[in-house]
């Protein structure tokens, strides 16, 4: 079966599969996306509404230190990392591109904690510009579906899948593997017993459990 006939198949999991991280503008985005790194989107839609009124601009978060921000954010995991990477990422934003978060991979991977994945994003999700953004989520189930290689990096991930899908659907692909992969073919848990895509999964490991399963 082809990458896009498996996408098809779980767009009709999840015809709504979209971006679950709450947001008004790039700079809320952004620090988002930053939050989100090794926690949940929920758990971060927890803390942004008091963080974003405390600091409703990238101006007003350039002047805070990470003292400041760190009890907004001490519910998530590294917060006081990210505290720092907010306070440096604002400073940048405010000194080198007058407050407006830049919309090129080149200029988003100088900012503090930002890295590929979290440029593909704000390209992706605010500037609409095509990119395809991989984190945990996307590299496992598309490596489960034989996307890619087993032992593929992060990067060739990326490029194999760009290949693979045309640009107008990269955005949505996105979407759709990061929802199957939080709500279907978990980590530790996947639902291989109801899966539509079990006769095309390539990882035995799973496969083998779901027979035993049925036995
Ligand atoms: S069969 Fe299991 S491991 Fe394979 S894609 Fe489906 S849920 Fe994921």
Redesign the pocket.
Known sequence: MKVNEILDIIETMFPNADCELIHRNAYELLVAVVLSAQTTDVAVNKVTPALFEKFPTVNDMALATPKEIEPYIQSIGLYRNKAKNLVSLAKSLVESYDGVVPNTMEDLVKLDGVGRKTANVILSEWYKIPALAVDTHVER?SK??GFVKKDASVLEVEMTLKKKIKKDRWRKTHHLLIF?GRY??KALK???NH?P??DV???KK??SK?KMDIV
């Open positions: 189930v489960r579906l199957f279907h073919c996947p639902d291989c899966c895509l079990f999964c390539k990882d799973m496969k779901r």
